[in-house]
């Protein structure tokens, strides 16, 4: 039964009312998100266990290499290129923001330069539309798909003013290393690295 209709009938029995409008905060999914996270932090209220995930996150985190040198991604892939022919991390940003701006974690169990060049053919895909010959879109990339259409970003754009980074490491470990710094990152802003949080 509707409100409109309570009110109705309350009145026709002669009761006053009065509408109070209750003002929710955020979206459905939204307050669905902090009532669950409300939840858990009341499951483990009193006890370490959270502070000790923290720490273990961080000292994972503090243990890991150096990350290579930032490249532009028009520079970032040339034929005949092996030397990121290694499984690893690789992690996006745009340079036109001081300091830049993570757009994106990923990572490779084979080849962490492939990756890179995978996403800046289907992007340049996408952005210029091109079809197979059945009709269908030449891009099969979920995130470079993403760039263009959900982001309004052209291919251009993103060779000229996003750099690459790299951090090969064993496969088993990607995983876990990308989990974290994803993991680190929500904590720090609250939200998921603007690529990432797209798909």
Same mark, same amino acid.
């Given at each position: 039964?509707?409100?409109?209709?309570?009110?109705?009938?309350?009145?026709?029995?002669?009761?006053?009312?009065?509408?109070?409008?209750?003002?929710?905060?955020?979206?459905?999914?939204?307050?669905?998100?902090?009532?669950?996270?409300?939840?858990?932090?009341?499951?483990?209220?009193?006890?370490?266990?959270?502070?000790?995930?923290?720490?273990?996150?961080?000292?994972? $985190?503090?243990?890991?290499?150096?990350?290579?040198?930032?490249?532009?991604?028009?520079?970032?892939?040339?034929?005949?290129?092996?030397?990121?022919?290694?499984?690893?991390?690789?992690?996006?940003?745009?340079?036109?923001?001081?300091?830049?701006?993570?757009?994106?974690?990923?990572?490779?169990?084979?080849?962490?330069?492939?990756?890179?060049?995978?996403?800046?053919?289907?992007?340049?895909?996408?952005?210029?539309?091109?079809?197979?010959?059945?009709?269908?879109?030449?891009?099969?990339?979920?995130?470079?798909?993403?760039?263009?259409?959900?982001?309004?970003?052209?291919?251009?754009?993103?060779?000229?003013?996003?750099?690459?980074?790299?951090?090969?490491?064993?496969?088993?470990?990607?995983?876990?290393?990308?989990?974290?710094? $994803?993991?680190?990152?929500?904590?720090?802003?609250?939200?998921?690295?603007?690529?990432?949080?797209?798909?």
């Amino acid at each position: 039964m509707n409100q409109k209709k309570i009110i109705e009938e309350l009145k026709a029995a002669g009761i006053e009312t009065a509408i109070v409008e209750t003002k929710l905060e955020g979206t459905a999914r939204e307050r669905k998100l902090k009532q669950g996270r409300d939840r858990v932090t009341e499951i483990y209220k009193g006890t370490d266990w959270l502070d000790r995930i923290d720490k273990g996150m961080d000292g994972l $985190l503090a243990g890991l290499p150096p990350w290579g040198t930032p490249v532009l991604l028009k520079d970032a892939w040339n034929r005949g290129d092996t030397y990121f022919d290694v499984p690893g991390l690789y992690r996006y940003k745009d340079i036109r923001t001081k300091p830049p701006k993570l757009l994106y974690y990923g990572q490779s169990e084979c080849s962490i330069r492939a990756r890179t060049y995978k996403f800046l053919r289907h992007t340049r895909f996408a952005d210029e539309r091109q079809v197979t010959k059945d009709g269908r879109l030449r891009c099969n990339e979920q995130h470079s798909k993403t760039w263009v259409f959900k982001l309004g970003r052209t291919y251009q754009e993103l060779i000229d003013h996003v750099t690459v980074e790299y951090l090969p490491l064993p496969k088993e470990k990607t995983k876990l290393v990308e989990s974290a710094l $994803l993991a680190q990152y929500y904590r720090e802003y609250n939200s998921l690295p603007l690529l990432n949080s797209s798909f």
